[in-house]
């Protein structure tokens, strides 16, 4: 694969993690002022969107060869734990060191996406 291609499919994989991450973290304030059942049930679906996250950051691993995409999903599955025992701050913490680990592919692949005039 040519570097302009692999810096592309690299953007666009960290790009996309970096909006459902932070889309996620927004979820998990939310999450974080409910109260009893209702809770309880928002935890789960916040679970679920994180494991969907965690699905699309194996492809960009897989995809590309990225290990920050893996590092982020690990930062995930603690971030899960937190959450299942009401640690909402650490949670937070992970999810925002996941987001880091996105940015590095991004910030590398804006470069020789620059560099070759294509943004």
């Not at 302009?4 to 889309?23: C, D, G, P």
């Not at 109260?35 to 492809?59: C, D, M, N, P, R």
């Amino acid at each position: 694969m040519t570097q302009k291609k692999q810096a592309v499919m690299n953007y666009l994989f960290s790009e996309r993690a970096k909006t459902n991450l932070i889309t996620a973290s927004k979820m998990l304030a939310l999450v974080e002022g409910f109260k009893g059942a209702e809770k309880s049930g928002a935890k789960k679906l916040l679970t679920i969107f994180i494991e969907s996250v965690q699905s699309e950051l194996g492809e960009g691993y897989g995809k590309t060869g990225q290990a920050e995409f893996n590092n982020a999903s690990g930062l995930l599955d603690n971030a899960k734990q937190f959450i299942e025992f009401d640690d909402f701050e650490k949670a937070a913490l992970e999810i925002s060191k996941a987001v880091t680990e996105c940015t590095t592919p991004a910030q590398n692949s804006w470069q020789v996406l620059s560099e070759n005039e294509l943004v």
